[in-house]
């Protein structure tokens, strides 16, 4: 077997990585499209997958990668580590700002938080919540996602969903309530 890529990375010979990188990366950018990836994610991440195997080859010189396997064991990298991108890009709850336009009319909450400019303080009150509170609010108030959305997405029960969904506004209230700034009709 040859292990001609694996030993530009070890003896970091430029040219030989330069033809690597030609070779490899319009295979990968491909390659990662079939998955969803757009144009600067397939960029980003084929530089991501050459540092990870550049350490990888550097800390370990006797990893047996062949040049036939040597696009598949990138191409893996890169998938997983744009995946894991993902995955935590789904989970980010999307912040409140001033420009926040609308509100959904039925909850009176976000109606006076609007209109009385209490954007701080709601962002300091809405914070003390937990991750799971703050994101099934998010969903359900301002995306007005359907249980069932929300039970995927958090990957949880949709009846128990409901009852959290009770607990949480009822203890941004009285967080709010607690508040001079702040009042609630």
Same mark, same amino acid.
């Given at each position: ?77 890169? %998938?997983?580590?744009? *995946? ?6 789904? &989970? +980010? /709850?999307?912040? #409140? ?38 994101? %099934?609010?998010?969903? *359900? ?6 249980? &069932? +959305? /929300?039970?995927? #997405? ?32």
């Amino acid at each position: 077997m040859d292990f001609e890529y694996r030993d530009a990375f070890v003896n970091r010979d430029r040219l030989l990585i330069k033809k690597i990188i030609t070779e490899a990366q319009p295979k990968f950018y491909s390659f990662l499209k079939k998955y969803g990836a757009n144009h600067l994610e397939c960029k980003e991440f084929f530089q991501i997958a050459l540092k990870a195997i550049s350490e990888n080859f550097i800390f370990d010189t006797q990893k047996e990668v062949p040049n036939s396997k040597f696009f598949n064991y990138m191409a893996t990298i890169g %998938l997983n580590k744009w *995946r894991t991108y993902c995955k935590q890009k789904s &989970r +980010e /709850i999307p912040t #409140l700002d001033s420009s926040f336009p609308d509100a959904p009319n039925d909850d009176s909450i976000l109606k006076d938080l609007i209109k009385k400019e209490a954007h701080d303080t709601f962002m300091q009150k809405f914070r003390k919540l937990g991750a799971d509170c703050q994101q %099934l609010l998010w969903y *359900r108030i301002v995306e007005e996602k359907r249980y &069932r +959305e /929300i039970a995927q #997405l958090m990957d949880k029960n949709e009846e128990s969903l409901r009852g959290q969904l009770i607990r949480c506004k009822k203890y941004l209230k009285k967080l709010l309530v607690g508040d001079n700034n702040f009042q609630i009709k």
